[in-house]
């Protein structure tokens, strides 16, 4: 609620909720009756709300990362990894409600043991740097219950990814927060099966062949030219944007089967049209953190996009509602000074008051004045006489806010890129140390000792150096400049945000001037019908 020049601002309750109580029901007996039959998410807009979040990301033993650790770790387990001999035990891990793993046509029947599938996975990858395992995070809707969500995400799973030729290890996650997110990890592994049970290739060399259809000869490299080719589709752009719109159709058609409105999107905002700017991810580490109320830069990030895109969205509606009683107003061919009407309006309260059955205090009186006092104020301040001049003031704050929310969208998209990139920079700067003597080693016994002793530093420098590489395209690494243009877009943007927040104010004034006008109009044409009929009756 906030607070306006007439009083405070009632949440918006839909009209369907108001047919589900009792006639008569007040304000805020109705709110209470819908916060016993809905929960918060239900009651968010007045609708329920799904969300979409679908992420896809490859576990690669390059990265440091182990696909027997990562299976424990979203399962809840205690798994014993046969290549290196690690023990990952993730048995006190709480929030996850459900495992299991489906195996598609070809594989091993003991595969649907989760020790045994991952260490064979393990097993067939034979190089330093192999990929292990895709990963595909989904968000599940509160609106299910738990039993209805298990069954969504199999089905989803099967037909999407299984029934394709790949294993599955889902484990879904609820972490019974104060904010439900309950979600699901799913493994996929990357290699196909042959018949006989055997793992496939994930992909193959074919000779480049000329016009005569005979190999082509490299003197330089003293070998026959080829090419990579991959056995699947399974890497492909075009098959990840396939599965994500493949799981917006799956929670589309459930969330309509089951009459619950809202529909989602699988496109980001910026191709969906929107202007909004979405939320980054958090990752474990962050979420963790803040789950135990350590605020971090991730979450700092995110809530200054969430109450950036609610300012917006609420101005936005405000406006909209606003050149709605507007345009039924002038409808009425009447031009009356409208600080005529309001002043008209405070004459007539104790009337108005009476007609409804009400007795206001000398408290409740003055509060009125200061009202009025402060409308008039704005009309007087702006130069607005009458409807029309009203509606073009309206048309003036409509244009000067979208002309704001364009800024403050492509703003807010720089900043959290600034931040990504320093966020970058911390996992840069302490590893690059590891990383430069590392290459500087020739022996080649030497080297490969001291990656043992340092991969973990020297990846992360590699991750965080090939971010840099795709972000930059080779531009220089410049923390400092960051920093300096971060702290300045973050003065520009509190300086546009409170412009908003006067565009709002203002807007809600014009609201609450045309809410008075149209009651004044209602009483005072009651007031005539009245007469009316007392007049017909002395006749």
């Given at each position: 609620?906030?607070?306006?020049?007439?009083?405070?601002?009632?949440?918006?309750?839909?009209?369907?909720?108001?047919?589900?109580?009792?006639?008569?029901?007040?304000?805020?007996?109705l709110?209470?009756?819908?916060?016993?039959?809905h929960?918060?998410?239900?009651m968010?807009?007045?609708?329920?709300?799904?969300?979409?979040?679908?992420?896809?990301?490859?576990?690669?033993?390059?990265k440091?990362k182990?696909?027997?650790?990562?299976?424990?770790?979203?399962?809840?387990?205690?798994l014993?990894?046969?290549?290196?001999?690690?023990?990952?035990?993730?048995?006190?891990?709480?929030?996850?409600?459900?495992?299991?793993?489906?195996?598609?046509?070809?594989?091993?029947?003991?595969?649907?043991?989760?020790?045994?599938?991952?260490?064979?996975?393990?097993?067939?990858e034979?190089?330093?740097?192999s990929?292990?395992?895709?990963?595909?995070?989904?968000?599940?809707?509160?609106?299910?219950?738990?039993?209805?969500?298990?069954?969504l995400?199999?089905?989803?799973?099967?037909?999407?990814?299984?029934?394709?030729?790949?294993?599955?290890?889902?484990c879904?996650h609820?972490?019974?927060?104060?904010?439900?997110?309950?979600h699901?990890?799913?493994?996929?592994?990357?290699?196909?099966?042959?018949?006989d049970?055997?793992?496939?290739?994930?992909?193959?060399?074919?000779?480049?062949?000329?016009?005569?259809?005979n190999?082509?000869?490299?003197?330089?490299?003293?070998?026959?030219k080829?090419?990579?080719?991959?056995?699947?589709?399974?890497?492909s752009?075009?098959?990840?944007e396939?599965?994500?719109?493949?799981?917006?159709?799956?929670?589309n058609a459930?969330?309509a089967?089951?009459g619950?409105?809202g529909r989602?999107?699988?496109?980001s905002?910026?191709?969906?049209?929107?202007?909004?700017q979405?939320?980054?991810?958090?990752?474990v580490?962050?979420?963790?953190?803040?789950?135990?109320?350590?605020r971090?830069?991730?979450g700092?990030?995110?809530?200054?996009i969430r109450v950036?895109?609610?300012?917006?969205h609420?101005?936005?509606?405000?406006?909209?509602?606003?050149?709605?009683?507007?345009?039924?107003?002038?409808?009425?061919?009447?031009?009356?000074?409208?600080v005529?009407?309001?002043?008209?309006?405070?004459?007539?309260?104790?009337?108005?008051?009476?007609a409804?059955?009400l007795?206001?205090?000398n408290l409740?009186?003055?509060?009125?004045?200061?009202d009025?006092?402060?409308?008039?104020?704005?009309?007087?301040?702006?130069?607005i006489?009458?409807?029309?001049?009203?509606?073009?003031?309206?048309?003036a704050?409509?244009?000067?806010?979208?002309?704001?929310?364009?800024?403050?969208?492509?703003?807010?998209?720089r900043?959290?890129?600034?931040?990504?990139?320093?966020?970058n920079?911390?996992?840069?700067?302490?590893?690059?140390?590891?990383y430069?003597e590392?290459?500087?080693?020739?022996?080649p016994?030497?080297?490969?000792k001291?990656?043992?002793?340092?991969?973990?530093?020297?990846?992360?420098?590699?991750?965080?150096?090939?971010?840099?590489?795709?972000?930059?395209?080779?531009?220089?690494?410049?923390?400092?400049?960051w920093?300096?243009?971060?702290?300045?877009?973050?003065?520009?943007?509190?300086?546009?945000?409170?412009?908003?927040?006067e565009l709002?104010?203002?807007?809600?004034t014009?609201?609450?001037?045309?809410?008075?006008?149209?009651?004044?109009?209602?009483?005072?044409d009651r007031?005539?019908?009245i007469?009316?009929?007392?007049?017909?009756?002395?006749?």
């Amino acid at each position: 609620m906030k607070n306006t020049p007439f009083g405070r601002r009632a949440h918006f309750i839909p009209q369907k909720w108001y047919r589900a109580v009792p006639a008569g029901t007040g304000y805020l007996a109705l709110l209470l009756e819908m916060k016993k039959r809905h929960t918060p998410r239900e009651m968010k807009g007045g609708i329920f709300i799904a969300t979409y979040h679908y992420s896809i990301k490859i576990i690669s033993r390059g990265k440091g990362k182990s696909a027997v650790g990562a299976a424990a770790y979203r399962s809840g387990q205690k798994l014993t990894n046969e290549y290196d001999g690690l023990t990952h035990d993730y048995t006190r891990k709480g929030g996850v409600v459900h495992t299991e793993i489906l195996l598609p046509e070809h594989a091993p029947q003991e595969y649907a043991d989760r020790s045994t599938l991952w260490n064979a996975v393990e097993k067939v990858e034979k190089a330093r740097n192999s990929q292990l395992a895709r990963e595909i995070e989904i968000s599940l809707p509160n609106e299910l219950s738990r039993a209805e969500n298990i069954e969504l995400a199999r089905r989803f799973v099967r037909e999407t990814f299984v029934s394709k030729g790949m294993c599955a290890d889902i484990c879904i996650h609820d972490p019974d927060h104060e904010q439900p997110n309950v979600h699901a990890h799913i493994m996929l592994t990357l290699r196909p099966f042959n018949e006989d049970g055997t793992w496939g290739d994930k992909q193959r060399k074919e000779y480049i062949l000329d016009a005569a259809g005979n190999k082509i000869y490299d003197k330089k490299k003293r070998t026959y030219k080829c090419r990579t080719v991959q056995t699947t589709d399974w890497n492909s752009r075009d098959k990840a944007e396939e599965w994500r719109a493949s799981w917006a159709d799956f929670l589309n058609a459930e969330l309509a089967a089951r009459g619950i409105e809202g529909r989602v999107d699988h496109r980001s905002f910026e191709r969906q049209g929107k202007l909004e700017q979405p939320t980054i991810h958090m990752g474990v580490s962050a979420t963790q953190m803040e789950r135990k109320g350590i605020r971090t830069e991730k979450g700092d990030i995110n809530r200054r996009i969430r109450v950036q895109n609610a300012e917006l969205h609420r101005l936005q509606a405000e406006l909209e509602r606003v050149n709605a009683a507007i345009a039924e107003l002038q409808k009425r061919p009447q031009e009356e000074n409208l600080v005529s009407i309001l002043m008209r309006f405070y004459g007539n309260g104790e009337k108005f008051a009476e007609a409804r059955g009400l007795e206001f205090g000398n408290l409740k009186k003055a509060q009125k004045l200061r009202d009025v006092s402060q409308a008039v104020a704005f009309l007087q301040g702006n130069h607005i006489s009458t409807m029309t001049e009203l509606s073009e003031k309206h048309a003036a704050l409509e244009s000067e806010y979208r002309e704001l929310k364009t800024k403050i969208i492509a703003r807010q998209k720089r900043m959290k890129e600034l931040s990504e990139l320093l966020n970058n920079y911390e996992h840069y700067k302490p590893n690059k140390a590891a990383y430069d003597e590392w290459q500087s080693i020739s022996n080649p016994k030497k080297k490969e000792k001291y990656y043992a002793a340092h991969s973990s530093e020297i990846e992360v420098f590699k991750a965080a150096r090939s971010m840099y590489d795709e972000v930059l395209g080779g531009g220089k690494i410049t923390p400092k400049a960051w920093r300096a243009e971060l702290a300045e877009l973050e003065k520009e943007n509190g300086t546009d945000m409170f412009r908003l927040r006067e565009l709002e104010d203002n807007t809600a004034t014009m609201a609450t001037i045309l809410y008075n006008v149209e009651h004044l109009q209602a009483f005072e044409d009651r007031q005539q019908d009245i007469q009316k009929k007392r007049n017909n009756a002395l006749e």
